[in-house]
Structure formats: C-alpha cells, structure tokens
C-alpha cells in the first residue's frame, strides 16, 4: 500500500536524523578519519592510507579473535536455537501454566548484562561461588580462569542461560499464531508429532527463527560485557573476542589507527551478515505471496 | 463409510451441571444412514458446532455415546475415527506441493508409494486439480485450496465420514456454485456419509438429503428440503429457512378455519386435537400467498414492494398483522384494492410455536 | 453532496488496481459496488475515503477537488466486514466516540446516541460493552457509530459478511431506511448480487479493477451492458451459449438448430453469445416458441422450495431454477427449453445487441 506523499513529513523525521548523526554517524566518521592515519599524540595526524587495515587483515591476533568469535556465535546458535524450539514447544498453548510461563522466560532478560557476568563470576568460583564449590567437592576440576574448556563452557553456559529465552518467546509467539484447525486437520490426516512440527510449526515458525537467529548472531557476534566481567578475554587470550581485543587495543594500547580499522571491518562483517539475512526474509517473503 | 448413530448425547461446557440451560447440546438421539448427506443447519451459537466436534473427536460428550457402524468411538480420538474434515479457512501444507498435500495422509499411514501415486492422481482428477499436481499449495486460490483439504480426505479409503464446517465462508458467490455442485457429484457417485455444518440454508438444502435444524442447543426438526419447506414442525424452522421466512401469525379456531383479524382460511390438511389454553398461530409461506383484483380473499393493503428481479416480495398489511407475499417475475402487484390468496394445501397451524398435526 | 470519482487510475508497481473509473454518487442515495473477491471494491473505496491516492484522475466533493486531501480531514465514515468496536468501552460510549472526538455538547451527544441506538435496535444494551455482544449487535454498533458521526460519506466494505443468513436478511432491510434518513452518500460493496438487489439504490459492477457498468441496480439487472456485467450480477451465474444467428435460425454448431423468434430476431445476421438467467431456462416446454434443447443432466439440487437442475450441452454448464421439487436422475438425458423473449444477445466484443428489456436491435 502506498501512503500519501506529505512534504511535511520530513519535519517530523529531523529530530531522528540529528540524533542519528550525533550518536552514530559524526563518531563513526571520526573512526573512518582515524583509521587512514596515525598518531602519536598531540594532536598530530600523518596519512596512513590503507596500511592499518592491511596489518590488521594480516595480523594473527586479529585471526584468532575472529575465529573465537565465528566458534562462539556457532555454538551459541547450535544450542539456542534448537533448544528455544524445543521449549517454546513444550509450553502450554492455553491455561493456567501460561502467564506462570511466559513470566519466567522472560526473567533472565531483566537482568542488566554486566550483572549477569558478574552472578556468573561468582557462581562459578571454586572458593564461593555455588557452582565451582559444588563441582570442586563433587571431584570435578573445573576453573574458568585456567583452563580454556572450562572457561568456554562457562560463557557458553551463561549465554545460553540469558538468551534462549528471547528464542522461546519468539518461537511460542509464531506457534501461538497457528489456528487450532491446523492441528486438527494434522491429526486427522495422521500426522506424527515429527511431522506436524515438520510441515505445520516450523513453516509457520520460519519468520519469527529468522529474526531469532538475526538477533542472536549480531548480539553473540558483539558479545563483550559478559566475558569481560568473567574471564576478562582469559586465560591468556583464550575468551577474547573481537570486541575485547578492540578495547583492547584501542584503550589498553591506545592503538587508534589500527583499532579503528579493525572496528569498521567488524562493523563491515556484521553489515554484510545483516544484508543477507534481510536478502533471504524478503525473498521468503516473495515465495510465500 | 459408516452410519452414525448418536445415543443420548448431550454436552456442557461447564464442569458441574445446574441447570438444563447449561447445556450447550441437549440430549438428542439420531441414527444417521451409511453414505446418507446430513446437514447441520442453525444460527451461531444453536449448538451445531458443538455436535461437530464431538462427532471428529475433539470433545467427548458429557452425556451419552456415539457410534460409527455399531463400534463405540465416544472415547476415541480423532485420528482413529477415520474421519475426513474440512474446515471454514483452508487448511494446508503451506510448503508441500498440491501433490505432496494430497499424499500426505496415504503417507503417514505407510502405504506403498505406487499406491499413494494412483490414489493420488485418481483423487486429483476426480476434483480437477490435476493441473496443479506440481504447484505448491500456497499459492492456489481458496477454492482450489478447499478443495486440497477434500482431497485429502477423500484419498483414504477407509473414510467414515466426511465432515464440513461452513467450508464454502471464504468462496466467491460464483465458485460456490460450482464447488457445491462438484461435492453433490461426488456424494452421489461415491455415496460417502456426509455431514455439513452452516449456518446457510441455501447450503444446507441444496447439500442434503436430510437437514437437521438446530435452535438453542436443540435439534428443533430432521426432515428432508421439502419437508423443512412444506410443512416446518416448529415456527422456528418456518423463520430460519426460507427467505422471506414464512409469515406467522396469531390467530384462532372456528370450526375448521382459522382465524385471522376477522377473515377465515382454509385448511386443506385440517388438524388434530389442539391443546386446550394453547397459544395458536397460523404459517404461511410466503410462496403460497397471492394477490389479486378478483377473489374471495381479505382485503389487504399494500405496503411495500422489494423488487429482486426474479421475483418480487410485496408487504402487506391485514389490519394489524403483516404478511410477506411473493410475486412472480412477470406478475404485476395491484396497487389498490389487493385481495389476499391463500393456498389452503399450505396453512399450517401452531399452538404453542409446535405445529399441530394433521388430522 | 456528489462524490464524482474522474478518470480515476490506481496502480501499484505495474499492478492496475483501479482503472479508468468514473462514477457520480448523489447524497442520500445507496450505492452497491458488486463484484467478486479482489474485483477492486476495497481498493475503490480506499480511494473514495482517501486512505490511498489515485494514481491518475481526480475525486470530487460537490464540485470540489479532494484528491490529495487526507482522509482525516475528510468526514468519511468506514464499517468493514470484521466487527471493529473500542473493546473497553460501553456500546453508548462506542457509539458516542466520533462525537466525543468532535467536542459536541453532551445534551447532543446523547440525544444523537439514543436515536442511532433506537434505529439499530441497540436500547437494551447501551451499558454493554462489546464482547457481551452477538456478533449481529456489534455490527450494529459499528453502523450506529458510523451514522452519528453525521459523515458526508458513509463506506460499508461487505459489512454484512461475517453475519449469519438470517441476521443478514435482516438488517438489509433495515439498512436503505436507514440509508435514505441520514442523507450522506452511502457505498456498500458486497459480492452477492441478491444482495444488491435487496438493497436497490443504484450498483456499479467491477470486474478486474474496472467499472463494467453503474446505474440504478434493477436496470442494470436487466439490461447488462455487456457480458461480464451480465455475468457479475446473476446468481446463479448467468448460463452461456455460443450461436449463430442467420436467415431466421439460431444455431450451434449441428446440435441446434431452431427458428429465432422475439429477442433472437432483433439483431443482424452474425455469430453471437446468448445469455439466459437459471429461472428462464425451462424443464417444461410450457409456451410456443420455447427452444428445445436435449442435455445431460450433472447435479440437481433441491432447496425444498425450488430445484437447481445443472445441465451439461456442448461443453457448457448450464444451471436451471424452477420453482417446486423437481428430482432428475443423474446422467440421464432430458430436454431443457430456452426462452427466446428472455435471451441476452452479446456480439464477439461481449457487448449487449438485444435483450428482453432494451428497445432492439440499435442499444
């Protein structure tokens, strides 16, 4: 449906725009003045051309921070996304339970994230936390702030614990959606329980997974407070992420012109992620019209 | 195919029963024939939807116990009843192809894939949806689609039933000619028992062999078209089916006539003892009433004229009373001095809203 | 006021939704727009009411161009098929909610609200809110509040469509006097041409986005100015048959063959399509001239008081309406009659050469 075309339109747009620019585009261009030169205080800029973002593509450092973060952004998906499913389709349609429900799915997404990390933190500490004390008595050895495993296994944990609730809510709002006569006709023509969430769930599920999946990759593909606060990026550089490195760099070495190339081909990556996952939902959408 | 048979069925949907008000089905008994078309006929809320689900199984009835060919189903689900539904929005598989939906059943069932591709491509042709075999389901229009979801009932062969809750709702008036003819077809051809829920009485006539008319969680007649036409058992079916419904209007008894404001109409039929202190009523079809210059009638004063091509409805005043009469299509209405012909073979008499029967 | 829609064009992307319409609605007059699901009835009053702007073309307020001017600033009422009222609030405060909006005194807000309420038969449930409303009294409250807000132009989109049979043949015979009191210009779309007919008033028919013909709805029942129009506004559909009409006889292909009498003489030698309603189709060769036409019979229906008998001859399918009971056998052969003094004559385009109610041969 095409609206009316109103000049006056534009007057309500500006406030937007101008906030817009200010928080995002003014900083970003900063970036993109930064990331062509170099400094060394005061003040002084000296044209670098594209040399950081040459040293930053070639550089190992910035490999393996990619790498962790693509195997954590996979692993995330691979557990959220089916497990959400797996929830959102053990929760009851109608009746009593649902509020009760709906109420504690949505309570881990109350939660500020640098608290997450830090009840986390705590948890799986060997001296105090509930966790570690446990899995310390029980014979287990487990330390986050030694071993790799142990420290990935944490974050992944605690990610998971966050976030699948965002999935199931998403999910339960596609099936909710679907009419009872579906069931009915699935049972009717014999359907199994395979089946019915093969041919009637999921095809009516498949918009709201998209978005779910968007959502969770951009979010874990940007993941930093959490980590920070548990392993802050360790032990050694086992749990940095891009976007500690970043810091990193950037505040730690006070690395300008390298960090800033190394933040717009990050922001490059997730443009480009976007971009094809808003390709495939709107060439969904053409198929199903 | 089975025949139906429904015992002292009732249902509530409360989980404690007061009173008999609470139930939204109240008892009913009814032996419905193998390959027989029944239809469901009633405005919402009389209960027909209720006796729907309890006959596929989503409900179990709070009372009595349902049959398909002697075997109680009363506790059974819906998919061991071998029942066949097809619902007021089409239901697909979106992302299954018109072939895939129409296999689907066979499939789940495990029967062998050359069987499945000859029930299948019968079943198409049968419904004329061959050409689409290929097309995927989604994106047929809702006739076609409604037409899928008949398809994979009738792919089956062991069908008990066919169930049919107001399916035509979404369909042009155009197609719903066509589509209603090709169910009447196959019924005939196939004689498979079906069951039709609407709230439509041009649907539910022209589909049925036998139509039950439901009221306010009642079965208020069973009978055949004409029968509902000719002589309606309650003043109910007499309003609900036919359109203008018939006139009713009160009147009492002088000898063998009744009468009206004044003026006697025969009754050709006559009729049997009245109830003593019974409220009576004369009905009369609008079909059966004439007007005319000459005659013996009443005179009667015309009111209005709705003319809808075919035919026109004249409404006319006799003193207080008002009658609906329809005229033909190249039949002139006298604009003064209107006298009103009444079909003594078609007067109906009720007391108390039940039609006192004849003599 | 006249709403006169000139030359009016909708197209999205290269979709045509609307084209070339031209109509002229008079105040206080009922105006059915018929036609078929996706004819182009909502896109036509989407552009009436200014929730879309036309493509091409303008739209006229008594003389005054409104294309472009939003449909807040326009006092245009809307009903639609779903039943849409203020959940919340109490049918006399849905109701009085235009008004409301309006800032009218309250004296006149409640006198406006009682006397919607008491046309649409709504008194016993003002304190009701909708929810604990059939579906029928809700409807009713969408009208009511449509008609207290006193609009220029009153939109009805199939407002009748979710009802049951008999609650509709109720308030259509309601609605024209409600219709001729209120004196707004009123459009009603619906794709039942009995419905049309019930409500008089005048009918444009659609057909893919166009306006096939529009004037008072009985003349355009009986002089269809061409197929479609023809073919729109009959239910059952209008039954078709290819002939050529030369030298006095009417034929199709060696099957038939018979003298054209009545409206079949009325027009120049030529091939042709007739059309003939289902009630003119004949079991009964009840008058001379009938033609005779053996069938083969497909469905029979049976509504109690009259018998739909589907026919098949030369590839076509035809419909019979008769009154009475009438139970053929199936597959069997019988001999159907057709009517020549109540045959259409369509010529190749589709366009109407003679018909039972046009003076011949010239219209």
């Known amino acids: 449906m095409n609206k009316w075309s109103d000049n006056r339109a534009w007057w309500l747009v500006l406030p937007v725009v101008l906030i817009v620019a200010f928080s995002a585009v003014i900083p970003l261009m900063t970036v993109v003045n930064y990331s062509f030169q170099d400094t060394f205080g005061n003040n002084e800029f000296f044209w670098e051309g594209v040399g950081w973002f040459q040293e930053v593509l070639r550089s190992e450092r910035f490999h393996s921070a990619m790498g962790r973060q693509f195997l954590f952004s996979f692993i995330i998906l691979a557990i959220e996304i089916p497990l959400g499913i797996v929830i959102a389709l053990a929760m009851p349609r109608k009746g009593f339970w649902v509020p009760f429900c709906l109420i504690l799915m949505a309570l881990p997404l109350l939660i500020p994230w640098n608290v997450v990390g830090t009840i986390w933190q705590i948890f799986g500490r060997i001296d105090i936390g509930l966790l570690g004390a446990f899995l310390d008595n029980i014979g287990v050895e487990y330390n986050y702030t030694q071993n790799t495993l142990d420290a990935w296994v944490t974050l992944v944990v605690m990610d998971v614990w966050h976030w699948t609730s965002l999935v199931v809510l998403l999910c339960y709002a596609g099936l909710q959606s679907i009419p009872d006569a579906y069931y009915q006709a699935a049972r009717i023509d014999g359907a199994s329980k395979w089946a019915t969430f093969r041919y009637i769930q999921l095809p009516k599920m498949n918009r709201v997974l998209l978005i779910a999946v968007l959502l969770r990759f951009m979010d874990s593909f940007m993941i930093y407070t959490e980590p920070f606060v548990v392993t802050g990026g360790g032990p050694g550089n086992d749990t940095t992420f ?9 505040i730690g070495q006070f690395d300008l012109g390298p960090a800033a190339a190394m933040s717009l081909i990050y922001f490059l990556i997730i443009l480009l992620f976007s971009w094809v996952f808003f390709t495939i939902m709107s060439y969904l959408d053409r198929v199903e019209n | 195919m089975a025949r139906i048979e429904l015992n002292h069925l009732a249902h509530s949907y409360m989980p404690t029963i007061q009173s008999p008000e609470e139930f939204a089905l109240k008892e009913l008994n009814h032996v419905w024939e193998d390959g027989g078309a029944y239809a469901l006929l009633g405005p919402s809320g009389c209960g ?13 009835p709070t009372h009595g116990e349902i049959r ?6 009363t506790r059974k689900a819906t998919e061991a009843r071998n029942i066949a539904q097809v619902f007021q929005f089409p239901v697909i598989y979106d992302t299954m192809s018109v072939y895939d939906n129409l296999a689907f059943p066979l499939r789940n069932r495990g029967v062998a894939a050359n069987d499945v591709d000859r029930r299948v491509r019968e079943i198409a042709e049968l419904l004329e949806l061959s050409d689409t075999l290929k097309h995927k389901a989604s994106g047929l229009t809702a006739d076609a689609k409604q037409k899928i979801s008949l398809g994979r009932g009738l792919v089956r062969a062991d069908v008990s039933a066919i169930l049919f809750d107001e399916p035509l709702t979404v369909i042009d008036p155009h197609l719903k000619w066509q589509l209603r003819s090709q169910l009447k077809h196959l019924h005939k051809r196939f004689n498979y028992t079906m069951v039709y829920v609407t709230h439509d009485q041009t649907e539910a006539l022209t589909f049925a062999d036998k139509v039950v008319v439901m009221y306010d969680g009642a079965v208020v007649q069973m009978g055949t078209p004409e029968e509902l036409f000719e002589r309606p058992k309650h003043t109910f079916v007499g309003y609900f089916i036919g359109s203008p419904g018939m006139n009713v209007v009160p009147c009492h008894i002088d000898g063998d006539k009744a009468m009206v404001a004044g003026h006697a109409f025969a009754m050709e039929q006559g009729f049997s003892k009245i109830p003593t202190g019974a409220s009576l009523e004369v009905g009369i079809r609008p079909e059966f009433l004439s007007l005319s210059r000459e005659g013996s009638g009443p005179e009667v004063s015309i009111q209005k004229v709705e003319d809808l091509g075919r035919f026109k409805v004249a409404s006319v005043r006799l003193e207080e009373h008002e009658f609906k009469v329809m005229v033909g299509e190249d039949q002139e209405v006298p604009t003064d001095g209107a006298r009103l012909i009444v079909d003594p073979t078609h007067v109906n008499l009720y007391a108390n809203s039940h039609l006192v029967e004849e003599a | 006021m006249t709403l006169t829609l000139e030359n009016v064009w909708k197209t999205v992307g290269d979709e045509v939704h609307i084209a070339e319409a031209n109509l002229s609605l008079e105040r206080g007059t009922l105006n059915t727009l018929l036609g078929s699901t996706l004819s182009g009835k909502t896109s036509l009053m989407r552009l009436m009411a200014g929730l879309d702007k036309p493509t091409r073309g303008r739209v006229l307020f008594d003389g005054q161009d409104v294309t472009g001017v939003r449909v807040q600033d326009r006092n245009v009422a809307m009903v639609y098929q779903q039943f849409i009222n203020y959940p919340a609030l109490s049918v006399y405060e849905n109701i009085a ?34 929810s604990e409303l059939s579906g029928g009294q809700q409807q009713r409250t969408a009208l009511a509040r449509a008609l207290v807000k006193g609009a220029d132009l009153v939109l009805l989109d199939e407002p009748l469509a979710n009802l049951d049979y008999k609650l509709r043949e109720e308030l259509r015979e309601e609605l024209p006097k409600v219709f001729a009191e209120s004196g707004a210009v009123f459009v009603y779309a619906t794709t039942e041409p009995t419905e049309a007919l019930l409500l008089g008033g005048n009918t444009a028919t659609l057909h893919e986005g166009r306006v096939t013909q529009f004037g008072p709805t009985l003349d355009i029942y009986r002089n269809p100015g061409n197929l479609l129009t023809a073919d729109v506004f009959s239910d059952p559909p209008m039954n078709t048959l290819p002939v050529s009409i030369r030298g006095g006889v009417v034929s199709h292909g060696e099957i038939l063959s018979a003298p054209a009498t009545d409206v079949l003489s009325k027009v120049p030698d030529g091939d042709y399509v007739i059309g003939f309603r289902p009630n003119h189709l004949h079991l009964h060769n009840r008058e001379a001239g009938f033609i005779a036409v053996k069938t083969r019979v497909a469905v029979t229906e049976i509504t109690g008081s009259e018998s739909f008998v589907h026919v098949d001859f030369g590839g076509q399918r035809w419909v019979s309406l008769t009154h009475g009971v009438r139970e053929v056998e199936i597959d069997s052969n019988i001999e159907v009659y057709l009517e020549p003094s109540k045959c259409f004559v369509f010529d190749a385009a589709g366009k109407l050469v003679a018909g039972p109610w046009t003076a011949g041969g010239e219209n």
Do not use: W
């Open chain 2, 48 to 60: 027909k939807t209720t006796l729907l689900n309890i006959i596929s199984g989503l409900l179990i």
């Open chain 2, 68 to 73: 398909f060919d002697g075997e109680d189903v």
């Open chain 1, 242 to 250: 891009l976007s500690i490195d970043l810091v990193q760099m950037a």
């Open chain 3, 97 to 130: 909610s235009p008004l409301r909006i309006a800032k009218a005194p309250a004296d006149e807000i409640d006198r406006k609200v009682r006397d919607a309420a008491a046309m649409m038969k709504l008194e016993p449930m003002l304190e009701r809110t909708p």
